[in-house]
Each structure stands twice: as C-alpha cells, then as structure tokens.
C-alpha cells in the first residue's frame, strides 16, 4: 500500500464515494451488532478503495443521493 494513500484527502474520499450508504447510517444505529457491522463494512470498503481493489456487487444500484 502506498503511504501516500493514507492521507486524510483520500481516506475522506473512500468514506464518502466508495462506501455503502447502509453502512454510513448504520453507525448511528442504537443497536450493537449492527453498528459493529457497520463499522467492519466500512473498514473493508475504503481498505479496498485505497488499494484498488475494488469488486462491485452487480446486484447493487448505484442510485444518486
């Protein structure tokens, strides 16, 4: 992994373009679990947008905020 992908800019970036809305809300839930969910979802999709790794499920819409 280069270092430089660990910039705030580009984990901010990640978070916000590269990640499932689901997962975003879900940290807020009241419930643990999913919140724990949440967070590991989270995690997975910005470690694969950094590296470039990316597998998008096709079952998945891309529907614009």
Same mark, same amino acid.
Request: charged share 15%.
């Given at each position: 992994?280069?270092? =430089? !992908?660990?910039? +705030? %800019?580009?984990? &901010?970036? &990640?978070l916000?373009?590269? @990640? +499932?809305?689901? &997962?975003?809300?879900?940290?807020?839930?009241? =419930?643990?679990?999913?919140?724990?969910? %949440? &967070?590991?979802?989270?995690?997975? !999709?910005? %470690?694969?947008?950094?590296?470039?790794d990316? @597998?998008? =499920?096709?079952?998945?819409?891309?529907?614009?905020?």
């Amino acid at each position: 992994m280069q270092t =430089d !992908s660990l910039q +705030p %800019a580009a984990i &901010a970036e &990640a978070l916000l373009f590269s @990640t +499932p809305g689901w &997962a975003r809300i879900g940290l807020t839930a009241p =419930d643990e679990q999913m919140r724990q969910k %949440a &967070a590991q979802e989270l995690a997975v !999709s910005i %470690a694969q947008a950094l590296t470039g790794d990316r @597998t998008f =499920d096709p079952n998945q819409l891309h529907l614009p905020l």
